[in-house]
């Protein structure tokens, strides 16, 4: 963080919470069940087959949980940085546009993504800091996502066969040359622009709140990022 942006405001995912809790109690468990067996004669039950399994799913969970950054996003004065388990991404607030909730056309109704949408003003910029490692990550990992907004622009199943496959070549408007995972990012930027306005996505597993309170949030941010973080520093 930068010096002059020790105040900032940390959000924390939800999916990212109780997970020392949930592996204790799954540990617990387990072992209770465990000695409990080695203490009688009789052969293990249905019911005890079913909680072991449940408090080793509960193990595994919550080991899962605890690899999760403990803050998933932080917004300081000067940008927003997206903490992922494998890197981080930033976009400085002066790249900021605005976010909103992004929504694909069904018929004559329109569905909303479970995300909050970022619509950058210089994707070059944004793309100059992005690791390939945790480009290659949000790929596969939002590619559900995109394909929601996908589908609904697809006719009769036929679709462009450009938005499926992501290529591995990339040259912004600008005319930087961009290869490997960093271009397949870009790629997916451009087709998720084209179809839903927006550049990059937040998913709601990765926010404390409900997307549209969190986007609004962004949206204050970017108005008067001083007054924002003082207020929600209180």
């Not at 919470?17 to 799954?26: M, P, Q």
């Not at 912004?172 to 040359?177: A, D, L, V």
């Not at 990012?185 to 990059?200: E, I, M």
């Amino acid at each position: 963080m930068d010096k002059n942006d020790r105040n900032h405001v940390k959000y924390r995912a939800q999916g990212a919470r109780n997970g020392i809790e949930i592996l204790i109690v799954g540990a617990i468990g387990l072992v209770l069940i465990m000695g409990f067996n080695l203490l009688r004669p009789d052969k293990i039950s249905i019911v005890e087959v079913f909680l072991v399994s449940a408090c080793i799913g509960a193990i595994f969970i919550g080991f899962l949980k605890t690899q999760e950054p403990f803050y998933s996003l932080i917004l300081s004065e000067s940008k927003l940085i997206y903490q992922h388990k494998y890197g981080a991404w930033h976009l400085f607030q002066s790249n900021f546009r605005y976010s909103g909730i992004p929504k694909v056309e069904d018929g004559v109704e329109y569905i909303e993504l479970n995300t909050v949408g970022i619509k950058v003003n210089d994707i070059d910029e944004f793309l100059a800091s992005l690791s390939p490692r945790i480009a290659g990550k949000l790929l596969i990992e939002q590619r559900h996502l995109f394909m929601q907004a996908v589908q609904k622009h697809c006719k009769n199943g036929h679709c462009p066969s450009e938005w499926l496959i992501e290529d591995t070549q990339y040259i912004s408007q600008r005319g930087i040359s961009y290869n490997g995972l960093i271009a397949m990012f870009a790629n997916r930027t451009k087709y998720l622009q084209l179809l839903t306005g927006y550049d990059l996505l937040l998913p709601a597993s990765v926010l404390d709140r409900d997307i549209w309170a969190f986007s609004a949030n962004l949206n204050k941010w970017k108005q008067n990022p001083s007054q924002f973080i003082a207020t929600q520093s209180k």
